[in-house]
């Protein structure tokens, strides 16, 4: 049976309940939730993407050459913007918010008595939704890590790792080496497995990792191709891909140098596909026009939308506004989560910033919302122009009034709020 919730809304508040505490990793919940709904991952044949940066590109970019080879694909990734359902997208579509009600009212016990966690719950929910959807292909990103993690009872056709960076030290561990062990986890046996890293010791750790998973066969991207002539404008990224004796000139409308380097790692994982879904170029040169990724330097009209919620995650925003030539003054509508490392955020981005408007999210968890008195000090201490505006409607109106370009950067919950304010929707091409 289950339980009769009346709305929407009483399921998100059902599932956002399960995000108390900290993060539960472990597969043994998620394992027992599937296997009560019918285990409907193996059902899916799945790309698994894993890395702390860029993986939200690749998924993009793997959904978009996929469906131009018109195949009906579900892409599954973490966290949503603004709503729920983005997390879950079948042909570009966001699952039906009708639906959410129905499993959570469903399987309620279930997950109380598993204590399953929220990611836990979502990911079976995913899982099952595109089973039921019947797609040809799923393209699932990974929440945190991935040895661990609960998209990791997957059996993927392809597993990828993209980068590797300091990120959740408390759960990850606190250097390059520990975290790589922790993504390189996804890697399965008999499974070809695409190394991203271009760092050579790091790069050498994973495909290390990959092969004693016993994954096959393993390639890193960049030991074997180079990427050359990059070329970074407001409206996309143009490359030369030199491997071997070939050259692919590559067009993304992502823009940023770093989007070279994820396409090119969604590339290496769609050649690794099985021939009855693999695409051949012209497919891929049909494609990848169509690649979307909300809030990753998404442009509107003056507005820059970013959700860099990390010091490299900052550091490439900071290299993609000097790349992208955006007009100046930049006036930043900075709110950070108190957990992350904003001072070296904020260091990355102030040569390129000339107003910080300090602010804190409204959908920000109070529990983790920054001190902005702590930031006011720290921006003064540095010569940095900056104000709090704490309101944050009145910190766009602000940013609005003094930038030539506002850029709002600093979590998900920055952007959704921006967005949700400014009325751009996520899912919209």
């Known amino acids: 049976m289950g339980y009769r919730l009346k709305t929407y809304h009483d399921a998100l508040d059902f599932l956002y309940g399960r995000t108390t505490g900290k993060w539960k990793l472990g597969l043994e919940r998620v394992q027992a939730l599937l296997h009560a709904l019918g285990d409907p991952q193996h059902a899916l044949r799945a790309l698994h993407v894993a890395g702390t940066n860029g993986k939200g590109s690749v998924c993009a970019t793997l959904d978009a050459v996929l469906s131009a080879r018109g195949l009906r694909v579900a892409r599954y990734t973490s966290p949503h913007l603004i709503d729920f359902p983005e997390r879950f997208l079948v042909g570009g579509v966001p699952v039906a918010s009708d639906r959410i009600v129905e499993w959570v009212s469903r399987w309620t016990p279930d997950v109380e008595r598993l204590g399953a966690t929220f990611f836990e719950a979502t990911t079976a929910m995913a899982f099952q939704f595109f089973a039921e959807a019947d797609v040809d292909v799923a393209v699932i990103e990974t929440g945190l890590g991935g040895r661990l993690d609960a998209t990791n009872v997957l059996m993927p056709l392809v597993a990828g790792v993209t980068n590797i960076q300091i990120d959740h030290v408390e759960y990850l561990g606190a250097t390059r080496e520990e975290i790589a062990f922790e993504k390189a986890g996804i890697f399965k046996r008999g499974v070809p497995a695409i190394v991203g890293e271009p760092e050579l010791g790091i790069r050498d750790l994973l495909v290390t990792h990959a092969l004693s998973h016993g994954a096959d066969p393993v390639r890193a991207v960049f030991a074997d191709s180079n990427i050359e002539g990059i070329d970074v404008t407001a409206e996309g990224t143009h490359f030369i891909l030199r491997r071997d004796e070939h050259r692919l000139s590559v067009q993304t409308p992502l823009v940023g140098r770093h989007q070279a380097s994820n ?147 600093g979590s998900f919950h920055t952007v959704g709020d921006a967005m949700s304010r400014l009325q751009v929707s996520p899912t919209d091409g």
Do not use: C
Request: glycine share 4%; proline share 7%.
């Open 263 to 409: 396409a090119v790692v969604a590339l290496a994982m769609l050649d690794a596909l099985p021939e009855d879904l693999r695409p051949d170029r012209e497919t891929v040169e049909r494609g990848l026009p169509n690649v979307r990724l909300p809030g990753r330097f998404q442009k509107v009209g003056k507005y820059v939308l970013d959700v860099a919620h990390n010091p490299d995650g900052s550091r490439v925003l900071a290299r993609t506004l000097a790349d992208a030539k955006m007009p100046r003054p930049v006036a930043a509508v900075f709110s950070v989560l108190g957990d992350k490392d904003w001072v070296a955020m904020m260091a990355a981005l102030a040569p390129h910033v000339d107003l910080f408007i300090l602010t804190n999210s409204p959908t920000a968890p109070a529990s983790r919302t920054w001190n902005v008195t702590d930031v006011m000090a720290h921006a003064r201490a540095n010569g940095w122009a900056a104000e709090v505006v704490r309101d944050f409607d009145r910190a766009l109106a602000r940013a609005d009034a003094e930038g030539a370009t506002v850029l709002v950067t």
